[in-house]
């Protein structure tokens, strides 16, 4: 959960021994090109990871910093980048300092490579298996044989979990995108297959100059790409239903205010959370107050210094009075975990799926730049607060288990079939296949 907008991306940590090989592993893996380092580069290393550790002594809402000695932590990271040999090292270098902290929203983010690696399949963790959620039609990954419902057993030799399935994204879409994937799939009642599962590499400018038409209109139509792959979907079933496919916490509170007046106009309303990683407050805060007559308290924030509690206002207009189903699964975290566990906590709507991935600290994104005609960006994610909910607990590495667990079988996942819509149709009335829930918002990909 961010004051801004965050990644949707789930951020959760595992143990830092498997960090460290993971990392260690990359140094072996194929990237998407070969790097060395010359003096500058080696030297903008070492001001990012100062600048980096100013924001982490600012801002971190623990004083203690969770027992790491900072300092010595990131000389020792100074003294490896005197040592490394590429960008991609540096930028490893300065992201373990910060995952050395254990801690679901702060971490380094790295400068945009002028590479985009497509890997043409998507996975997710349901229950406490790992599958094939999505495959690109004409991918490499359909071409060899990745089919949705497969078991994903390793991915470069790692098994994902609940605990590493954030490192894994981030290390392979974020800190170092490689050119292919080795991975360990196994079809329900088949045996377990290795595939070398490569990568579709789109090769970008390494300097973009934003006062020229060509490379500002490419920026603007890659940004509107992201828009529309990002984008809030509806479905309406009469006057009986809406269905609110929601992404990400990213609206201003008068669009929230106008997807809200078309449900006051419906029975029912189903808000799928499910893959949404968070985002603003402001918009957390203003989709609450849509349920409640009065002022809700969503929790106490715990930090340096004494803050506030995180309150969603009671609001002017008419608020939605009809029946509310909440859909949330592993990768969804932040704002959207605690709009459902609000819902618990006031018996406000019944909440269903999969438990939630327990990423609710706080955070402020920390943005900078370096250089004056040639530009390079960066930034820092740092918590800045901890949420502790009216019942006295903070649901970071815990996450809301749903009032009803649902999780769909890997047979259902083949088939496309959406088992929990299904069922929070049938909650409000509405009956609804689950193949044909199955087809509402179907997986859209970046052209």
């Not at 995108?177 to 590499?201: F, I």
């Not at 918009?283 to 803050?307: A, C, P």
């Not at 083949?414 to 509405?430: E, F, I, N, P």
Request: proline content about 3%; charged content about 25%; overall charge positive.
């Amino acid at each position: 959960m961010s004051t801004g907008k965050i990644s949707s991306v789930v951020t959760r940590v595992f143990t830092l021994a498997a960090l460290a090989s993971l990392l260690a592993a990359l140094d072996t893996s194929t990237p998407l090109h070969a790097q060395t380092l010359s003096g500058f580069e080696r030297d903008r290393g070492r001001m990012m990871l100062g600048i980096i550790k100013d924001d982490v002594k600012k801002h971190y809402y623990d004083p203690t910093f969770r027992g790491i000695d900072i300092d010595a932590r990131f000389k020792e990271a100074e003294e490896k980048i005197k040592q490394a040999t590429s960008n991609g090292q540096v930028f490893r270098i300065i992201a373990r300092v910060l995952l050395d902290f254990n801690d679901s929203h702060t971490f380094f983010l790295p400068p945009s490579r002028a590479s985009r690696s497509d890997y043409g399949w998507q996975m997710q963790i349901v229950g406490d298996m790992c599958y094939v959620a999505a495959v690109k039609p004409g991918s490499d990954a359909e071409t060899k044989g990745l089919k949705i419902g497969d078991r994903v057993l390793s991915v470069n030799g790692f098994q994902p979990t609940r605990d590493n399935m954030w490192q894994l994204h981030y290390l392979y879409y974020s800190l170092q995108p490689q050119a292919g994937l080795r991975v360990v799939a196994e079809s329900p009642g088949g045996q377990p297959r290795e595939l070398d599962v490569m990568a579709k590499v789109q090769q970008g400018k390494k300097l973009l100059d934003l006062t020229g038409s060509i490379d500002l209109n490419n920026y603007v139509r890659d940004a509107e790409s992201e828009d529309r792959l990002h984008r809030h979907r509806f479905h309406e079933v009469g006057d009986e239903l809406l269905i609110w496919k929601m992404p990400q916490f990213d609206l201003e509170e008068n669009v929230v205010d106008s997807y809200m007046s078309k449900a006051r106009k419906r029975k029912a309303l189903i808000l799928d959370l499910r893959g949404n990683g968070g985002g603003w407050v402001v918009t957390l805060q203003r989709l609450i107050s849509h349920f409640f007559e009065q002022e809700v308290k969503v929790g106490d924030l715990k930090g340096r210094k004494e803050m506030k509690p995180m309150v969603a206002k009671k609001r002017s207009g008419g608020i939605f009075k009809g029946k509310l189903v909440v859909l949330i699964d592993s990768r969804s975290g932040s704002a959207s975990e605690l709009f459902a566990r609000v819902m618990q906590l006031e018996n406000r709507g019944t909440v269903i799926g999969d438990r939630s991935a327990g990423a609710v600290m706080r955070s402020r994104h920390y943005g900078h730049s370096m250089g004056t005609d040639t530009m390079v960006f960066y930034g820092t994610s740092v918590t800045d607060a901890d949420l502790i909910m009216t019942d006295g607990k903070s649901l970071e590495r815990v996450g809301v288990t749903p009032d009803v667990l649902m999780l769909p079988s890997a047979k259902d996942i083949a088939a496309t079939r959406d088992v929990v819509m299904s069922h929070a149709a049938s909650l409000v009335g509405v009956e609804m296949d689950a193949a044909k829930a199955g087809a509402l918002f179907p997986v859209e990909w970046r052209k």
